[in-house]
């Protein structure tokens, strides 16, 4: 079993230490139960209580910011995600199981001290590399990087009137910080590859993401010679079973994107419904109808 060896994290800021304790809060009460054992602390109470602990033994020094990275990075890229699939080179993979020639290659593009090791970054502005392991028969490659983003919140709007009675409306937006994380993995037994995306905000595209990420690291590992899988016509298929009522799955939310930009979603009102489990019409100007199983969009 190999060893990831966790490198020396750089000065975190006040704002990155904050936004991973808020980070680490966010995620189910279970994942941070699980962690504080890992690290020796008592892990029963309420979430607030958790908090409190957490912060605590921050602040006290009993325990690193690294570790909390370290747990999200692990935890964080298996919660909601989005996922390319790729089947891998037809070329010969033997220096790529053998991870001595993995490290030479590393080592060529300066690239070696991230060999089975974890560089604990919280929020650096630019995707940045924090990990490559070679264990298992698989190599995984991490990369994260810092998002900010608005929304609209009406709630807080305010209006104001000038001295000469000019009405003043103050439209009010809740700025949010995330965390982006990207791994790309690759089964080098069954020669098959996936590239994980945690879960972006609305406006952001994939697509680009991906882009940028197989840009920081094509110098050593090129993702033209892999494969993509198209699972369009599979996942329409599980819908439309899903809508007949023989559901090999249960969606809680359907999103469908044109290749010009249009989108159609649709939502299931909790957890254990099926977003398919009544009939759904939503009308437009013009065009043919589109859709799948009970969700429909009708000329």
């Known amino acids: 079993m190999t060893t990831i060896r966790l490198l020396d994290a750089p000065e975190y800021t006040a704002e990155e230490r904050q936004a991973l304790v808020a980070f680490a809060l966010a ?22 209580d958790l908090r409190e602990r957490l912060q605590e033994a921050l602040d006290e020094g009993r325990l690193a910011y690294e570790r909390v990275v370290d747990f999200l990075d692990s935890v964080v890229p298996w919660g909601k995600q989005h996922v390319f699939l790729y089947t891998g080179p037809r070329d010969d993979l033997r220096s790529w199981k053998d991870a001595d020639s993995v490290l030479e290659r ?17 929020l650096p502005d630019k995707l940045t590399l924090s990990s ?32 000469q009675g000019e009405r003043i409306v103050l439209k009010a937006y809740m700025h949010y910080l995330s965390r982006t994380l ?26 680009e993401v991906a882009a940028e990420f197989f840009g920081l690291i094509g110098s050593w590992l090129d993702i033209k010679l892999f494969g993509a899988v198209d699972v369009r016509r599979a996942i329409r298929r599980l819908h439309e079973l899903e809508g007949n009522g023989q559901a090999e ?34 009308r437009r100007p013009r065009g043919r109808a589109v859709g799948s199983g009970r969700l429909r969009v009708a000329a």
């Open 182 to 207: 990207v791994a790309f993995e690759w089964d080098l037994d069954a020669n098959t590859a996936m590239l994980q995306i945690t879960q972006l905000h609305k406006d952001a595209l994939y697509e």
């Open 249 to 282: 799955a249960r969606s809680h939310g359907i999103h469908y994107r044109t290749l010009q930009g249009r989108r159609l979603s649709a939502h299931s009102p909790s957890p254990r419904d099926s977003v398919l489990g009544e009939d759904f019409h939503a």
């Open 106 to 122: 590393l080592k060529q593009h300066r690239l070696g001290k991230l060999f089975n090791a974890r560089l604990p970054l919280i």
């Open 132 to 163: 490559i392991s070679h264990a298992d028969g698989k190599l995984r490659v991490t990369a994260v990087q810092r998002r900010e983003y608005t929304e609209r919140t009406p709630e807080h709007d305010e209006q104001k009137e000038t001295e």
């Open 27 to 48: 995620l189910k009460k279970a994942h941070i139960q699980d962690f504080l054992q890992r690290v020796e602390l008592p892990k029963s109470g309420t979430k607030p």
